[in-house]
């Protein structure tokens, strides 16, 4: 990582007010502080550190789909109350392997707790240790959504077509 001196004198100034904001963290921020001002390029990777890498698009759509799956096949066993359908595995959302698809598993949770969307979804943290299946996901996932597409993706689902998507 490569910082213009204009780069880091914004970031000096910043963690110099961070520093005084946050007194628990100012030996923190007086360090990447000091790493600025003297240009210890070796260590300006400590500065972006914490900043996750960016997700794409196409996963985050990947992600809202799935849950918008599992939000009609919530919908269809709250009507139904079809036992069947209830007892199977897949039949709730199982998060992401949070070994694997830590991002996937992140953007779950911030969808669902900080944002409040699906929040069906909530019933089912403790069962599914708050979105961490602990296995991978995505492939599963895929075939269940592949077979969603090919019946047209309907909200409302009959209990063939929700057992026909949840046998992996």
Request: net charge negative; proline share 2%; hydrophobic share 35%.
């Amino acid at each position: 990582m490569h910082f213009t001196k204009k780069e880091r004198l914004i970031l000096i100034n910043q963690y110099k007010i961070l520093s005084k904001l946050c007194p628990d963290d100012s030996e923190h921020y007086n360090e990447l502080r000091e790493i600025l001002e003297d240009g210890y390029e070796i260590f300006y990777s400590q500065i972006d550190e914490w900043i996750s890498q960016d997700m794409s698009k196409s996963e985050g759509e990947f992600v809202l789909e799935i849950l918008n799956l599992y939000r009609a096949i919530e919908d269809y066993k709250r009507m139904s109350k079809d036992q069947e359908i209830i007892k199977n595995s897949y039949s709730y959302f199982r998060g992401f392997d949070g070994n694997n698809e830590g991002q996937y598993m992140q953007f779950a949770r911030f969808l669902i707790n900080k944002q409040n969307k699906f929040s069906e979804q909530k019933d089912y943290l403790r069962k599914n240790d708050n979105l961490n299946s602990h296995m991978p996901m995505i492939g599963i996932y895929k075939s269940m959504l592949s077979k969603w597409s090919s019946i047209g993706k309907p909200w409302n689902l009959s209990a063939q077509n929700i057992n026909d998507i949840l046998s992996i």
